[in-house]
């Protein structure tokens, strides 16, 4: 999975709390990616990050938010967990350029109940 | 304009049958299209990708067929082995956004 680690890789959380996930890279890619995977939707992009501290907003960003403090660790979290935010998360990383492939983790099966 | 359409969503092959997915796309500005394989359990994995400035490119029995005219791009699957079974994703991006526009997948089985 191209130096790429998530966890944890499974939680089970309660509606209302706040989740946090984590994504280290062990790559320097300068590009760090949240998706989220659910039947019928495919791969849906949350927020990414460009840089240290430089982050934006993907296709279903409310009700996320994230940070970077360093180049490796790129950080997920659900602020008030809902039921709707059961799913699996996908970090990806690139390192731009051209050809801008990406390469994801191993994700983090999160349910909320 | 941004969606990236995938069909079918799901195909049922023999062995040693051609596998066939196809995307159409909207938004012209999309310059890069790759496809990725996903197994149960696991992230996804790069398996080929095709600029608009070729029409076809083959990677072992992998090969994406690329129309520009129709704003279509196709995966082919020559010999599908049991081995394929998963899913595949197309994607579309365009230059300096850093960014993928997903399908909604297709699940391959092919029966040994």
């Known amino acids: 999975d191209a130096g790429i680690t998530q966890s944890p890789r499974h939680k089970v959380t309660e509606t209302g709390t706040p989740v946090t996930l984590r994504c280290h890279q062990t790559e320097n890619h300068r590009y760090m990616y949240w998706y989220r995977q659910d039947p019928g939707h495919g791969l849906r992009l949350i927020h990414y990050s460009y840089g240290v501290k430089d982050t934006d907003k993907g296709e279903v960003s409310d009700g996320y938010s994230v940070s970077r403090s360093k180049t490796e660790d790129f950080l997920l979290t659900l602020e008030s967990a809902t039921s709707s935010q059961t799913s699996v998360y996908f970090c990806?990383?690139?390192?731009?350029?051209?050809?801008?492939?990406?390469?994801f983790g191993p994700g983090t099966r999160l349910t909320v109940t | 304009q941004q969606q990236v359409k995938q069909s079918p969503q799901s195909l049922i092959v023999q062995k040693g049958g051609i596998s066939i997915i196809n995307c159409a796309y909207e938004n012209t500005a999309f310059d890069y299209f790759p496809w990725y394989q996903q197994f149960p359990g696991k992230g996804p994995a790069l398996l080929i990708a095709?600029?608009?400035?070729?029409s076809e490119k083959k990677e072992g029995r992998f090969t994406i067929s690329f129309n520009k005219s129709a704003k279509q791009f196709s995966l082919h699957i020559m010999d599908s082995q049991p081995g394929d079974s998963a899913t595949y994703f197309c994607a579309a991006s365009t230059s300096g956004t850093y960014k993928y526009i997903f399908g909604t997948g297709t699940r391959l089985k092919v029966l040994a």
């Open positions: 990806a990383i690139s390192q731009g350029g051209v050809p801008y492939e990406q390469y």
């Open positions: 095709i600029r608009p400035d070729v």
